[in-house]
């Protein structure tokens, strides 16, 4: 088992923390359309196993 682990991370001094946590002021961007997107929802996740059934299934007749 491997005990050995690696930090991918550089350590950060409190003077960059402190400028990486500023609070900047927000802007919002008018005329721009917001798009619903369509949600993932059970029955699609039933549909794409309903799918892969099949296709399977006819795999194996070939």
């Known amino acids: 088992m491997n005990t050995t682990t690696t930090n991918l991370f550089k350590a950060i001094s409190k ?3 402190k400028e990486l946590t500023i609070i900047v002021k927000e802007t919002l961007a ?11 929802t059970a029955a699609d996740l039933w549909n794409i196993q309903r799918q892969k059934r099949s296709i399977l299934q006819r795999k194996h007749y070939a």
Do not use: R, Y
Not at 30 to 40: D, L, P, S, Y
């Open 15 to 17: 003077t960059e923390t």
């Open 30 to 40: 008018f005329g721009v359309a917001q798009t619903q997107g369509k949600h993932f």
